[in-house]
């Protein structure tokens, strides 16, 4: 099973270092179970986290920014439910 990680974040908010950063530790813990993690440009302070769709943390939901181990955490419970192929 694999997935697709999208990270969105503002440009203008100088998100992007985050983002990066959000994304080489999905990779890395990872590795095979996600096959994709795309750093998707956006506006007005975004910073919002989706699997496979899903959102699993939003800036303007949630507030702040994600710990990486409540993500990985959220991640993992996703692919724990899925079927298997």
């Known amino acids: 099973m694999s997935g697709r990680v999208e990270i969105h974040y503002c440009q203008g ?3 992007l270092p985050r983002a990066a ?3 080489q530790e999905l990779l ?11 750093l998707i ?17 939003s800036r303007d939901h949630d507030g702040g920014f994600p ?3 409540l993500v990985k955490q959220a991640i ?8 298997m192929s």
């Open 21 to 23: 950063w959000m994304a």
């Open 76 to 83: 993992r419970q996703q692919l724990n439910r899925a079927p």
């Open 67 to 69: 710990e990486p181990r």
């Open 41 to 57: 440009a956006a506006d007005a302070g975004v910073f919002e986290i989706r699997f496979d769709g899903q959102r699993l943390y």
């Open 28 to 38: 890395a813990a990872f590795e095979r179970r996600v096959g994709e993690v795309a």
């Open 13 to 15: 908010c100088g998100f």
